[in-house]
């Protein structure tokens, strides 16, 4: 968000150069060739037998985690549209990742930037964020974030990229190497290569609005489940068909979850939706954590748990298919929260009943005994 008031032509801001743009938008698209594309891996689980499990694993990016695609993509919008010019202060409203991989370009390009983020941001995020030479604007009160950026950019006379607003439509739903195209690119040897479900969680909305609408671009019979969490206004949001509804207390999930129906969720590509609760994500994560020796952030749980009752589900219908869901990043950002034990019992959270429930599902292939809200795309009922 630029403010013309700001810059009047006197002002010393400085003068517009094409060559500084070009060769900005040639450094970015130059990291993009250099760093290979982030890994698909099944997960072999016997009990499952018939369903084949995929986690592609974004945590594999320079900066560490699927944001880091969204970061570009918002990187090259705003230069290509003129927002961004040599000197420029970006700003960004985030809980962390976005803003250590916009971060990492804005220091890329030699550009100035500023993360407003909730206080509550894992230290580990505010660390990567200073690593790249980024300034951290911390704030108690998360509904405030979105107000604070714009203001914050306003003041700096610079551009506020508003992920949330503008993560939809920076990436290129119809392919240009997509997470979406990539996914499929990558499944195509594979033994079920149109997976029956795709499931993504909600943070800003822009990447299940990319995969959804690529489904459809593409005329694939897959479907797409977004994951939910605890104080998040997406699941009751699309339940009710009502973007207006909002959610009073932060989500305690980094990554996922807002207190409002974000502009760049679009429900209409949505075919299902579960809102897992915090704990059930927690023993998700710990569980995926040490099926692959490993650990995962609390988002990669969420996902998880949601693509365990979808197995279920194909379990007790006696389907086969494929389902893949996405490592959002690595665990090693949360030592100091999720995995940490006193942290997770001040915030009343048990994930061992949940953990015990997957772990007997996925030995097994018995029923998940695990209940969460769900809700199916009007546009979906009586579907098989």
């Not at 040599?86 to 985030?94: C, F, H, I, K, M």
């Not at 990742?97 to 370009?105: H, I, K, L, P, Q």
């Not at 959804?212 to 104080?231: I, K, N, S």
């Amino acid at each position: 968000m630029e403010s013309s008031s700001a810059h009047p032509e006197n002002s010393s801001r400085p003068a517009y150069r094409r060559g500084w743009v070009d060769d900005a938008v040639a450094a970015i698209e130059a990291d993009q060739c250099r760093t290979a594309d982030t890994h698909l891996i099944r997960l072999i689980v016997p009990a499952l037998s018939g369903i084949n499990i995929y986690l592609k694993d974004e945590s594999t990016h320079p900066t560490g985690s699927l944001k880091h695609r969204l970061a570009r993509s918002l990187f090259l919008y705003a230069l290509c549209n003129g927002h961004i010019r040599e000197g420029t202060p970006v700003v960004e409203a985030s809980s962390g990742s976005t803003a250590v991989s916009e971060a990492y370009f804005a220091e890329m390009i030699g550009v100035p930037f500023y993360a407003v983020m909730p206080r509550t941001t894992s230290a580990e995020k505010i660390a990567a964020i200073a690593h790249y030479g980024g300034k951290c604007h911390l704030i108690d009160d998360g509904r405030a974030l979105y107000a604070e950026a714009g203001a914050l950019a306003s003041r700096l006379g610079g551009h506020y990229m508003d992920q949330f607003t503008f993560a939809e439509r920076a990436t290129d739903w119809r392919g240009n190497n997509n997470i979406a195209e990539s996914i499929f690119t990558q499944l195509k040897g594979e033994p079920r290569p149109l997976p029956d479900w795709i499931v993504m969680g909600a943070g800003t909305g822009g990447t299940s609005a990319t995969i959804g609408r690529y489904l459809r671009y593409r005329q694939f019979p897959t479907r797409l489940c977004v994951a939910d969490v605890e104080h998040s206004a997406f699941f009751d949001c699309f339940r009710d068909q009502d973007c207006s509804q909002t959610c009073e207390r932060p989500s305690l999930i980094e990554g996922v979850g807002r207190p409002r129906c974000e502009p760049s969720f679009v429900p209409g590509v949505v075919d299902r939706m579960m809102k897992i609760p915090d704990a059930a994500t927690i023993a998700a994560m710990n569980v995926l954590s040490r099926r692959l020796r490993r650990a995962v952030g609390g988002s990669t749980g969420t996902n998880f748990l949601a693509l365990c009752r979808l197995a279920s589900e194909m379990r007790l219908a006696g389907r086969t298919g494929s389902l893949v869901t996405l490592i959002c990043d690595s665990g090693e950002r949360y030592r100091q929260t999720y995995y940490e034990p006193q942290w997770l019992a001040a915030r009343g959270l048990n994930p061992e009943p949940h953990e015990t429930a997957l772990m007997s599902f996925l030995a097994t292939g018995e029923p998940l005994d695990l209940t969460v809200e769900d809700t199916i795309n009007p546009r979906m009922q009586g579907a098989a």
